[in-house]
């Protein structure tokens, strides 16, 4: 039997933090807030990162629509102890990104980028 779906979205969401080691967990969540893969720290719970990410990309996106900023790309937090980076993934899928406080943000935009057009082709 072959890899399945999930397997190959965990291992672009590795690949991906491979490519940029300033990304320390990820997630590619449903916009209905429900995990469809992770690549999250055992201690992190995935309801949780889910729901929250769902929640703060619809917001996102009603913020862009309302204050006329065009088509959402990303929703990006800052924290004391690093960033919280969310990004569509089509209609359907949001990218979720825990990156270290000191994280170079154009490279691991890139990296995201990249991932997001891979795993649309996945999800699509």
């Known amino acids: 039997m072959g890899e399945s779906r999930t397997d190959r979205i965990i291992a672009r969401l590795r690949a991906m933090q491979s490519a940029s080691p300033e990304i320390e967990a990820s997630a590619l969540v449903s916009v209905d807030g429900l995990i469809m893969a992770s690549?999250?720290?055992?201690?992190a719970e995935e309801d949780r990162v889910s729901a929250m990410s769902a929640a703060m990309i619809s917001l996102g996106e009603r913020i862009s629509t309302e204050l006329r900023r065009g088509e959402l790309?990303?929703?990006?937090?800052?924290?004391?102890?690093?960033?919280?980076?969310l990004s569509a993934v089509g209609q359907e899928a949001v990218l979720t990104v825990l990156a270290r406080p000191n994280a170079k943000l154009?490279?691991?935009?890139?990296?995201?980028?990249?991932?997001?057009?891979?795993?649309?082709r996945m999800v699509g």
């Open 39 to 43: 690549a999250l720290p055992p201690d």
């Open 73 to 85: 790309e990303q929703v990006y937090i800052r924290g004391s102890n690093g960033f919280v980076i």
């Open 106 to 120: 154009g490279l691991v935009f890139l990296e995201m980028r990249r991932a997001a057009e891979d795993l649309l």
